[in-house]
């Protein structure tokens, strides 16, 4: 009898993580969105500096040009972008993972 309402107890702790897990999954996907699409490279052409814009639309890459000189704003933007992507995209793999074990334990069979 005990056993069986600690089964209750641990299956509803599990689908409280897996809610919980489907939010962070919404939200580290609402903050990819958030940040600019691409990211800005240099490429040195005979001796010159030249910034574009690389970005990709239906698997091909496109460069967008920004000019020979460009801000050390929109320099520090595209790199705290590419740094919140990094992390983001690693948090929003391991959230998935999470997921995945956490529907898996909960579709589990029960003991006869």
């Keep these: 009898m005990v056993i069986g309402r600690m089964d209750m107890v641990i299956k509803d702790v599990l689908k409280e ?3 919980n897990s489907k939010k962070m ?8 969105k958030k940040l600019p699409k691409g990211s800005l490279i240099r490429k040195k052409i005979k001796g010159s500096d030249y910034y574009y814009i690389i970005t990709r639309n ?3 890459v496109h460069f967008s040009y920004k000019g020979k000189k460009v801000s050390d704003k929109l320099i520090e933007k595209y790199k705290n972008a590419k740094e919140y992507r990094a992390k ?3 948090l929003l793999s391991k ?4 997921i995945k074990f956490l529907k898996g334990t909960l579709r589990g069979r029960e003991p006869i």
Excluded at 95 to 98: C, D, L, S
Aim: hydrophobic share 15%.
């Design 17 to 19: 993580e897996l809610n």
């Design 25 to 32: 999954k919404t939200s580290y996907k609402r903050e990819l």
């Design 58 to 60: 239906n698997g091909k």
């Design 88 to 90: 983001y995209r690693n």
């Design 95 to 98: 959230v998935k993972k999470q």
